[in-house]
């Protein structure tokens, strides 16, 4: 009997061990999965944040390109009258 009992410790600790060792395993998937679920939540957050200063980008350039094209206009308009008086200013000296 006592051979009987000692076999089925040894089996017991056995399927303990075994036990401990698919939680251990277990417990590694599950804290690999969260860490992938972490990095992943940080990438999307900084695919937010970087989306959101390119949409803040575009607006300063938007803002940039129409003062640029209202100084251009204003430039031509004094080249335009600039021209014009010339041309006045020609005439005369053809007229005299």
Not at 8 to 21: F, G, H, P, T
Not at 33 to 53: F, I
Request: charged residues 35%; contains cysteine; aromatic residues 2%.
């Amino acid at each position: 009997m006592s051979r009987r009992v000692a076999e089925l410790e040894r089996k017991l600790v056995s399927a303990r061990r075994e036990s401990q060792d698919r939680a251990a395993e277990a417990t590694e998937a599950w804290v690999a999965e969260l860490l992938v679920a972490e990095r992943a939540t940080a990438a999307e957050r900084g695919l937010k944040a970087a989306k959101v200063r390119q949409e803040e980008a575009e607006v300063a350039c938007q803002k940039s390109l129409a003062k640029t094209e209202a100084a251009l206009q204003s430039s031509l308009e004094a080249l335009e009258l600039e021209q014009k008086a010339r041309s006045e200013v020609d005439q005369e000296v053809l007229a005299l």
